[in-house]
């Protein structure tokens, strides 16, 4: 199947600091990409729609300000949290649709701590 | 999407066929039904997916009910590496996926 990768992996930062999340198809060009966020013993909640050359998305609740996405290219979705506190500490996962089989493929998710 | 109804949690033994329910019962004519599974710690992992008909692939078989209202996802000899939470989902091809709680299922030796 399609990989997508996310880096890094996991970060720790202190809080206020303001942490990029890269999601990359390494194998398609996905012009739509989504942004998820899971807490401990949590499901997947929908943060965002990440759209090529457009504005994102955004799921109601999600401060667009606090979480700005750029999808520059067909194959690139950022995600920077700013100012980071710890309450954003969570499990980032983003994913990309392969148009041709109805199939979205899911990264391998970027775990940030937050002290 | 439509809602998805699973339990919440399985049991299964190794070598076993581990067959995982889900019910979708306000789908709409155009919503597929998706399954991933997510290992601890790792981003979820696409498993199969079907309209009308029944799939099977590497990993899994996918039987969905005439009337499209439940599905069932089928690990035919089901490893302790199949120790996951499963999700079904249905939705319409290309859009974003609505995660419920999923399946947790637990592959025992």
């Known amino acids: 199947g399609a990989v997508v990768s996310q880096h890094p992996s996991w970060v720790i930062c202190k809080s206020g600091t303001s942490v990029k999340i890269e999601c990359r198809s390494l194998d398609f060009q996905a012009t739509t990409m989504f942004w998820y966020r899971q807490f401990p013993k949590q499901s997947l909640m929908l943060m965002a729609t990440s759209n090529e050359g457009s504005k994102a998305t955004y799921e109601q609740g999600v401060e667009k300000d606090k979480f700005l996405i750029n999808h520059a290219s067909l194959t690139l979705s950022t995600l920077t949290v700013t100012s980071a506190h710890p309450e954003d500490s969570s499990f980032y996962i983003c994913s990309a649709g392969a148009e041709i089989n109805n199939e979205q493929f899911f990264g391998p998710g970027t775990r940030l701590t937050v002290l | 999407d439509a809602k998805t109804t699973q339990p919440p949690s399985m049991d299964c033994a190794e070598g076993r066929a581990a067959n995982l329910p889900c019910n979708h019962s306000t789908i709409s004519g155009n919503e597929y039904v998706y399954w991933y599974r997510q290992i601890h710690s790792q981003g979820p992992q696409y498993i199969i997916h079907?309209?009308?008909n029944n799939e099977t692939n590497e990993m899994a078989s996918l039987i969905i009910t005439e009337d499209r209202k439940s599905s069932t996802l089928i690990l035919p000899h089901a490893t302790l590496r199949d120790t996951a939470v499963y999700y079904c989902i249905a939705n319409n091809a290309g859009n974003m996926l609505t995660f419920g709680g999923g399946t947790r299922l637990m592959v025992k030796p």
């Open positions: 079907g309209l009308k």
